[in-house]
């Protein structure tokens, strides 16, 4: 037996008990005639004391030479401690140690492990194994626990069968690269890797499965940041026999339920807004509702006047800063080199001082005069002692712009505070997105995604105007999850992969599965998945999905402990039927 409790769970209660610990040694603290030592495991900390009068010589000797991560079993005596550490749950008692074995012994861990480390995040994630004995890691990695249980609890409750598809597949297009593999025993044909299980989710509902949902992992092979890994997890989900109501309802709850269970927070109805509205209102696709500052639109206040720069954007669109009057010319000229920074790329920004007596002062007040300025006031919602900022141009361009600035000055007014959720379904996305590099139309979902009803025949005539049944749910100003309502019908599907650019015999090649499964009685069906990392991330407080990764990837890509990806010997090339053809 290697231990009777764990290093968390001895209390005042237990006094005088015979018990048996293992753990890691944390720390030791050695007054000569006194050594303390403090022993961890997942659940907590347990002090060890030896001392001259009750340890023998001989194991005093061993306790002095326990080194930082040593794995150590000891029997010994509950005691009261002499001073009471209140900031430990087990801090009323120490072990009065009897008997001493060293598991194993540890060389001195590369960075501390503690709360608060001196090691770097790549060194961290060499070590991974040693990142994770720390707290603020083992307790993400129990709250994705704890998050992806209540999913379980939750979804099966509502009927729903979690069922696994395989990691082997013929490429799902989602936008992304696949990750491709090759296949031994059928040379000069590749595999890829899921960028999500949507047409076998399909199928199971064709199978007649009804609910579906997996925990599932995914491969997209896109460039990287802090928010994205090559491998992610989705929660992703199916229904059959429903329309859009039914999914928002489903999965409203399911967050709802996270919410409640994981944050003790309780949300009523999710707020819902249109695309279109959450574009020209927040110039994003899924708006951080967490605070104000919405869009307001200026061209029918701004266009009159001799301001050339105005006069010829397509759009004039300004944000009320709530107290920004108070900042100086200097903040203000600052203002002005951070949205001029290429990352977010405006020309210039104007803005208009509210000031407290009701007057306004604007960089522009060779154009416009003070019923102007109380205009934009108005139709930014700007109150006295703020600040109206303004940005003109390309519509498209501009709205991203602003959208950057309304975000990074809600961060630095403290608007963006972790612990409040603020849920938002955006619904009817358009179908198709016009892609610039290859001059064509991609499905802005993916190619199974049904347009709105009686919408279709509008693909001939304004194919960018079409809305599809598709809907994202944001969390915080973040996407957590997205899905669609599914088109059911060999016609529609082959006129969607026509639209898209798909001869016939591209489309029978790529998805003639899924086609000859809509002749067999396909029935209407839609779903959604979240990005469960990002979700744990979010209800987590954090910022970073890599924290609550238990092996995380970094910004290339690779895998630091296990030092992947990496090349293969010639013997396996020679298996695959490969011959390396090397850029560089
Ligand atoms: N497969 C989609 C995605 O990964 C989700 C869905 O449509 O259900 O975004």
Redesign the pocket.
Known sequence: MYRSHNCGELRISHINTEVTLSGWVQKSRNKGFIIWIDLRDRYGMTQLVFDEERTPKEMMKRAEDLGREFVVQVKGKVIERASKNPNMPTGDIEILVSELTILNESKLPPFTIEDETDGGEELRMKYRYLDIRRNPVKNNLIFRHKVTQEVRNYLSKEGFIEVETPYLIKSTP?GARDFVVPSRMNEGQFYALPQ?P?TFKQLLMVGGMDKYFQIVK?FRDEDLSADRQPEFT?I?CEMAFIDQEDILNTFEGLTRHLLKEVNGVEIDKFPRMLYDDAMRLYGNDKPDIRFGMAFGELNDVAQHKEFGVFNSAELVVGIAVPGGNSYTRKDIDKLIDWVRRPQVGALGMVYSRCNDDGSFKSSVDKFYDQDDLAKWAEVTGAKAGDLVCVLSGNANKVRAQLSALRMELAERLGLRDPKVFAPLWVMDFPLLEWDEDSERFHAM??PFTSPKPGQLELLKTKPGDVKANAYDLVLNGNEIG???IRIHDKETQALMFDYLGFTPEEAKAQFGFLMDAFEYGAPPHG???FGLDRLVAILGGQETIRDFIAFPKNNNGRDVMIDAPAPIDDKQLTELGLKLNLKS
């Open positions: 989602e999500s949507q995914c989705q992703d979902h993916h997205g899905g669609s779903g959604l998945a």
